[in-house]
């Protein structure tokens, strides 16, 4: 196995731009500048074989990469940002690749398109970052992931939008024989709508996928999430995990489904919602099987915090306002156990923060 230091990769990069006078530090915070730091960072991953580059670049140099992997149809030329990760055979990256959108400017539409490659045997981890500083625009994302025999991924997105931005999202993956996919994706904004489609096609032998979303539904804010895995790999199995916390006068709708058409799968969905205030919450685990030998199960629940649990934390001497948060909190971080080690500190901040009604 070829083991990719994405420590020693970005700290040699950021050494390489202090040494090209580029100013990474301001007010004790450190800032990467994207253009110089991710270009260092690219040319150091070189030496292993892996490929990190913007859209364009990608569109220039790996045009037949975004050809034969892509899972999804996207007209690039009408697509300014994005970048290509790929991971050759054999290959592991256990520390993630970071990439972070900002919507800055009032009234612009942001398209993003990405493509994540890990062929045969490689790992890879990575972090998705999007946030608005504008309360006035649209982000509007395609995101592909392909996965060779054997390979690992594990990913995570957040997303953290202002009032007044609409969002449009789709993920696609495809997943081929022993390849494992674990996606995690959180919302802790407040945007004026979400709509987001993820497509898992776990179309090789034994494939596997596992997918959690937390969504901190607020305000007077629309959301709408499909979540499909289509189980045509023999052997292949998914579960699909749902938590949404719904505050405010947020209505929420989310669909989850699990389709199965090839022997020995395995499928499991899990929904549930919890109702602070008065938003409305809609949520329809389905099940469709096409072969006997599948075995695809659901939970499901919408429903408020007990006065037994309120009661009891209240014994242990906390007020109203802690007690609620402990609870939200717990609630949330049901799957924090499956985000990947780096990145577990981060999630469980924000998952933190949002149980005391925070972001």
């Given at each position: 196995?070829?083991?990719?230091?994405?420590?020693r990769?970005?700290?040699?990069a950021?050494?390489?731009?202090?040494?090209m006078?580029?100013?990474?530090?301001?007010?004790?915070?450190l800032?990467?500048?994207?253009?110089?730091v991710?270009?260092?960072?690219?040319?150091?991953l070189?030496?292993y074989?892996?490929?990190?580059?913007?859209?364009?670049?990608?569109?220039?140099?790996?045009?037949d990469?975004?050809e034969?992997?892509?899972?999804s149809r996207?007209?690039?030329?009408?697509?300014?940002?994005?970048?290509?990760?790929?991971v050759?055979?054999?290959?592991?990256?256990?520390e993630?690749i970071?990439?972070?959108?900002?919507?800055?400017?009032?009234?612009?539409?942001?398209?993003?398109?990405?493509?994540?490659?890990?062929?045969?045997?490689?790992?890879?981890?990575?972090?998705?970052?999007?946030?608005?500083?504008?309360?006035?625009?649209?982000?509007?994302?395609?995101?592909d992931?392909?996965?060779?025999?054997?390979a690992?991924?594990?990913?995570?997105?957040?997303?953290?939008?202002?009032?007044?931005i609409?969002?449009s999202?789709?993920?696609r993956?495809?997943i081929?024989?022993?390849?494992?996919?674990?996606?995690?994706?959180?919302?802790s904004?407040?945007?004026?709508?979400i709509?987001?489609?993820?497509?898992?096609?776990?179309e090789?032998?034994?494939?596997?996928?596992?997918?959690?979303?937390?969504v901190?539904?607020?305000g007077s804010?629309?959301?709408?999430?499909i979540?499909?895995?289509r189980?045509?790999?023999?052997?292949?199995s998914?579960q699909?995990?749902?938590?949404?916390?719904?505050?405010?006068?947020?209505?929420?709708?989310?669909?989850?489904?699990?389709?199965a058409?090839?022997p020995?799968?395995?499928?499991h969905?899990?929904?549930?919602?919890?109702?602070?205030?008065?938003a409305?919450?809609?949520?329809?685990?389905?099940?469709?099987?096409?072969?006997?030998?599948?075995?695809?199960?659901h939970?499901a629940?919408?429903?408020?915090?007990?006065?037994e649990?309120l009661?009891?934390?209240?014994?242990?001497?906390?007020?109203?306002?802690e007690?609620?948060?402990l609870?939200?909190?717990?609630?949330?971080?049901?799957g924090?156990?499956?985000?990947p080690?780096?990145?577990?500190?981060?999630v469980g901040?924000?998952?933190?923060?949002?149980?005391?009604?925070g972001?």
């Open positions: 196995m070829n083991r990719v230091d994405m420590r990769v970005t700290q040699e950021i050494r390489m731009a202090r040494e006078g580029i100013a990474l530090e301001k007010g004790g915070t800032f990467l500048d994207e253009g110089a991710m270009h260092l960072i690219s040319e150091a070189k030496e074989g892996v490929i990190y580059a913007t859209l364009g670049e990608a569109k220039r140099e790996y045009s990469i975004l034969e992997y892509a899972v996207v007209d690039l030329s009408r697509v300014q940002d994005g970048i290509l990760v790929y050759p055979r054999n290959t592991v990256i256990e993630p970071s990439t972070c959108y900002a919507l800055a400017r009032r009234g612009v539409v942001q398209r993003v398109y990405n493509l994540y490659v890990a062929e045969a045997n490689a790992h890879m981890v990575t972090s998705t970052g999007c946030y608005a500083l504008t309360d006035e625009g649209a982000h509007w994302s395609v995101t992931v392909h996965l060779g025999e054997g690992r991924a594990s990913s995570i997105m957040i997303h953290n939008w202002r009032p007044g609409r969002v999202m789709s993920k993956a495809r081929l024989d022993r390849a494992y996919l674990s996606a995690f994706y959180i919302n904004s407040v945007p004026e709508r709509t987001s489609m993820t497509e898992l096609l776990l090789g032998e034994d494939s596997k996928a596992d997918s959690d979303t937390i901190n539904a607020a804010s629309r959301y709408d999430y979540s499909i895995a189980l045509s790999g023999p052997g292949s998914a699909l995990l749902s938590r949404i916390v719904a505050r405010g006068s947020a209505e929420v709708r989310n669909v989850i489904r699990i389709e058409s090839s020995g799968t395995r499928g969905i899990e929904c549930r919602a919890l109702q602070l205030g008065n409305r919450v809609s949520t329809l685990p389905e099940l469709l099987s096409s072969t006997r030998d599948a075995e695809l199960t939970e629940s919408i429903g408020k915090i007990s006065r649990q009661n009891y934390l209240f014994t242990r001497g906390f007020d109203e306002e007690a609620t948060s609870i939200v909190k717990g609630f949330m971080g049901a924090l156990g499956r985000v080690e780096p990145l577990r500190p981060v901040r924000i998952i933190e923060e949002l149980s005391r009604g972001m």
